[in-house]
C-alpha cells in the first residue's frame, strides 16, 4: 500500500513539475511561436489517445470477466468509456469556460472574467488526466500485476511530457491577454494542481470499490478522449498549421506507444 501511494505522489509531482516548467518559458520568450504551440498542442493530443487506449482500454477488457464475469466485458468497457465521455460533456456544457485562442465563452452566461473562465476550461481539461493516472495506479494495488503498474508508469510519464507544452499553451494566452509573465506563470503551473486531486481520487476508489476497476478504466479513457477530440484537436488545428500539427499528433501517439512497450 505505502508503495502505490509513493508511485502516485511521484506521479503527482512529476504532472505539476513538468506543467510549471512548460509554464515557466514564458520568461525566455517574449511569444511563443504558433507553429510550435500548434506541434506542442497536437503532440498532447497524440500521447493522450495512445494513453487512452494503451494504458486504459486494453487493461479494462483484460479485467472486465475477472471483476465482473456475469457481465460482458465489452458492456463494461463501453458503458465506462461513454459514461466518461458523457460526464466531461456535463461539466463542458455547465460550467462558463473559455478555451485558449477563443474570444467567446462557453457554456452558461457569467459575469466572470477572461482569466477565471480560461483557468476553469483548464481545469475541465486536467480532471481526466489526474483520474486516469490515479486508477491505473490503482488497478497494480488491486491486481498486484507488475504489468500493470508498468503501464501506470508509462502513463504517467506520458502524462508528464504532454504537460510540458499544456504549462506554456496555458501561461502565454494569459500573457498576450495582458497579464504580468509573474502571474502568467503562476496561473500556467497553478492549472496543474486539480491533477494529484484527480490521482488520489483515482487511486482511493478503486481501492475501495474494487469490482469497478474495468468501469472506472475506461471512464477515465472516455474523460480522457473527449478533451482531445472537443479541445485539443481542434485548436491545433484552426492556425493553418494543419499538416503540422497532425505530424505530432501521430509522433505523441508512437512516444506513448513505445513507453508503455518499453515499460510493460
Do not use: C
Amino acid at each position: 500500500m505505502t508503495s502505490i501511494y509513493l508511485y502516485a505522489t511521484i506521479a503527482a509531482l512529476a504532472a505539476w513539475g513538468s506543467t510549471a516548467l512548460g509554464a515557466a518559458t514564458i520568461f525566455l520568450f517574449k511569444e511563443m511561436n504558433q507553429k510550435v504551440l500548434d506541434s506542442m498542442l497536437g503532440f498532447a493530443a497524440g500521447v493522450m489517445i495512445a494513453a487512452s487506449f494503451f494504458s486504459l482500454i486494453i487493461p479494462a477488457l483484460d479485467y472486465a470477466k475477472e471483476f465482473n464475469p456475469n457481465i460482458n466485458e465489452m458492456v463494461v468497457v463501453a458503458g465506462g468509456f461513454l459514461a466518461g465521455a458523457g460526464f466531461l460533456l456535463l461539466i463542458d456544457v455547465l460550467t462558463p469556460h473559455l478555451h485558449m485562442f477563443e474570444e467567446k465563452a462557453e457554456g452558461p452566461k457569467t459575469k466572470l472574467n477572461r482569466t477565471s473562465l480560461l483557468m476553469l476550461a483548464i481545469t475541465i481539461h486536467n480532471i481526466p488526466e489526474g483520474l486516469a493516472v490515479g486508477v491505473a495506479f490503482g488497478a497494480y494495488n488491486v491486481t498486484g500485476n507488475p504489468v500493470l503498474l508498468s503501464s501506470a508508469i508509462a502513463l504517467a510519464a506520458g502524462i508528464a511530457i504532454q504537460n510540458f507544452p499544456e504549462g506554456a499553451a496555458v501561461s502565454f494566452p494569459m500573457y498576450r491577454d495582458g497579464m504580468s509573465k509573474k502571474k502568467s506563470f503562476f496561473l500556467g503551473q497553478a492549472s496543474a494542481l486539480v491533477e494529484p486531486v484527480g490521482i488520489a481520487v483515482g487511486v482511493i476508489l478503486v481501492h475501495f470499490v474494487q469490482p469497478i476497476l474495468p468501469f472506472a478504466l475506461a471512464f477515465a479513457a472516455g474523460a480522457m478522449m473527449f478533451v482531445v477530440i472537443e479541445e485539443l484537436i481542434p485548436e491545433s488545428q484552426k492556425n493553418q498549421n494543419t499538416n503540422l500539427a497532425t505530424i505530432f499528433t501521430i509522433v505523441g501517439l508512437v512516444v506513448m506507444m513505445v513507453l508503455d512497450v518499453l515499460l510493460g
